[in-house]
């Protein structure tokens, strides 16, 4: 059996396993009506069907690659003995009789797949990817294959001279994004990518997107990669429900990086129960102007500081039981702050406050708590009508799901890389300690993590860019599994430099600091497995 073949028997125990559970978490949800009385078990589910949806994107990919084949083959086995396992140490809590894995998968099968994990085949792959220095140079498939290359090199180019260089001492001291990084990201047209060509963006698609995130990401996720992620959000909800005047008014500036975006939706005391936010917006006239005011407090606005508009989700219906349908979303400008505090006031007496919450890692915008007293906010800054905000900000949280799918690859990418260098470099016992068994196994199993949660970010973007009914859902399921191997392969990168992973100095240090806060926004990791995907999943229409 070679290793293509390999890869996809492995791939159908799997998926056979997966189903075997979906029907059985079905019936025991009532079709996702009683998610929530079977929590674990779903967020369970939904962890593996991430992970088999990687299984499968990455053996889609070596069909056209043969350098990932046996990648492909390796991790397909390895998430079908993951499965099995995950039936009979859970079945109780899906619903099923103890012998329903042997059923599927008997153990003549299981010895084989066992036996196409052994080390030596992690090292293999390791040794193969250490002569290009563990650096990506996965094909990419399709029609638009040269341009996305070419997108590739040149995004790789920018950051590795430009944001690089810059990366550690923004970490370091918590400084705020340059204005020459942003600038020079705006002249390569990295903030217009997903605005149409006629509302002055470039128009390029989802999966270009995902491309230069990862790249930029690789330099820096909080300096680069995420940069491009907020005027994506603000992008997306005025193309799903911005007036032609507002799409007109807002999106070349914003493509063109003149206007630099924050996004205002999660409140101190309100995180994923989005429906349950108190930030207030009422309808009044000011000086002859109609508009709105707003009144209430927002956390983790990131960029908050320096943004010239934050998109802000309130509440225009006061009736808490509107829940979701009570929310309106808004454009409100702002002047530039690039401190860590703010306090900025209107004539007509609103005021509008900012204060950076510290933390270990993502530096480089700033996350801001913030306090809007009567801050007034003309009319025509509502996106759409009022009552729809929640629709249009949900536009954009399945493209920033996407993005960060693919800032987490880049992290992974770059944590890596560095481990791939430092094993190189650092001698003990008279040799490179990247030629002992278990260093090079360590490097093995990063790579090719790194390179599933690459094929899944790539096949959802495809998903989205044609439209597929499930886009969204795929979106979900890449950025669930992309950040939870952006972790593990940060802090295995971390473990590989011994003590010098736990210096500020190394770029390591900064990479697993970066990493914790990737399962947790976009979609905190247990919401994601929950409310997103295991609903989605289980659901009538499934």
């Avoid at 079945?91 to 003549?108: I, K």
């Avoid at 650096?135 to 638009?144: F, L, Q, S, T, Y």
């Avoid at 000086?287 to 989700?313: E, M, P, Q, Y």
């Avoid at 808004?330 to 306090?343: N, Q, W």
Wanted: hydrophobic content about 50%; charged content about 20%.
């Amino acid at each position: 059996m070679t290793a293509g073949d390999g890869g996809r028997w492995a791939l159908d125990q799997a998926q056979a396993l997966l189903q075997r559970l979906h029907v059985a978490l079905q019936e025991r949800t009532q079709a996702g009506r009683a998610i929530d009385d079977h929590q674990l078990a779903v967020r369970r589910y939904a962890g593996l069907a991430a992970r088999v949806a990687a299984a499968q994107a990455l053996c889609v990919a070596a069909g056209t690659d043969a350098g990932q084949t046996s990648a492909a083959a390796l991790f397909a086995a390895e998430t079908a003995l993951e499965a099995a396992h995950l039936v009979e140490r859970h079945g109780v809590d899906f619903g099923l009789a103890a012998p329903a894995a042997a059923e599927l998968l008997p153990v003549e099968r299981r010895a084989a797949l066992a036996a196409s994990l052994a080390e030596g085949a992690f090292r293999e792959l390791a040794a193969r990817l250490a002569a290009a220095d563990f650096a990506n140079h996965a094909a990419i498939a399709g029609d638009d294959a040269d341009l996305m290359l070419a997108l590739r090199d040149t995004t790789r180019r920018f950051a590795a001279e430009r944001v690089e260089p810059l990366a550690q001492r923004i970490h370091l001291d918590d400084l705020l994004v340059p204005e020459a990084l942003i600038d020079g990201m705006a002249q390569l047209g990295f903030f217009g990518m997903s605005i149409p060509s006629g509302y002055g963006g470039t128009g390029m698609s989802n999966l270009a997107m995902v491309v230069a995130t990862e790249e930029l990401s690789v330099a820096s996720l909080p300096a680069a990669g995420s940069l491009i992620t907020r005027p994506e959000v603000l992008a997306k909800a005025l193309l799903a429900g911005g007036s032609e005047a507002q799409k007109q008014r807002w999106l070349g500036p914003v493509a063109r990086g003149e206007l630099m975006v924050g996004v205002a939706v999660t409140e101190p005391d309100t995180g994923s129960d989005v429906a349950a936010l108190r930030c207030r917006a009422t309808p009044v006239e000011q000086n002859g102007v109609a508009g709105w005011l707003i009144d209430g407090a927002k956390a983790w606005s990131t960029f908050a500081g320096r943004a010239d508009v934050l998109a802000l989700l309130a509440r225009s219906d006061p009736d808490p039981a509107a829940g979701h349908r009570g929310l309106s979303l808004f454009i409100v400008e702002k002047a530039r702050c690039p401190g860590h505090e703010f306090d900025l006031r209107q004539p007509g007496g609103g005021r509008l406050t900012g204060k950076a919450d510290r933390t270990p890692g993502y530096r480089g915008m700033h996350s801001f708590t913030l306090q809007f007293e009567r801050w007034f906010v003309p009319g025509d800054r509502l996106i759409g009508t009022p009552g729809r905000g929640f629709y249009y900000q949900m536009a954009g949280f399945a493209a920033g799901r996407l993005q960060t799918a693919a800032r987490a690859t880049g992290l992974a990418q770059a944590s890596l890389m560095a481990a791939g260098r430092y094993s190189a470099e650092r001698r003990q016992f008279g040799r490179p300690i990247g030629e002992f068994q278990s260093t090079a196994y360590e490097l093995g199993w990063m790579a090719l993590r790194t390179a599933a949660a690459r094929a899944l970010t790539h096949a959802a973007a495809r998903a989205m860019d044609t439209g597929a009914a499930d886009a969204g859902l795929r979106a979900a399921m890449a950025k669930l599994f992309a950040c939870r191997v952006a972790v593990d392969v940060s802090q295995r990168a971390q473990l590989l430099h011994g003590g010098w992973g736990y210096a500020e100095e190394f770029p390591v240090a900064r990479y697993v600091a970066d990493a914790l806060v990737l399962p947790i926004f976009e979609g905190v990791e247990p919401i994601l497995e929950l409310k997103v995907i295991g609903r989605q999943l289980l659901g009538d229409g499934a």
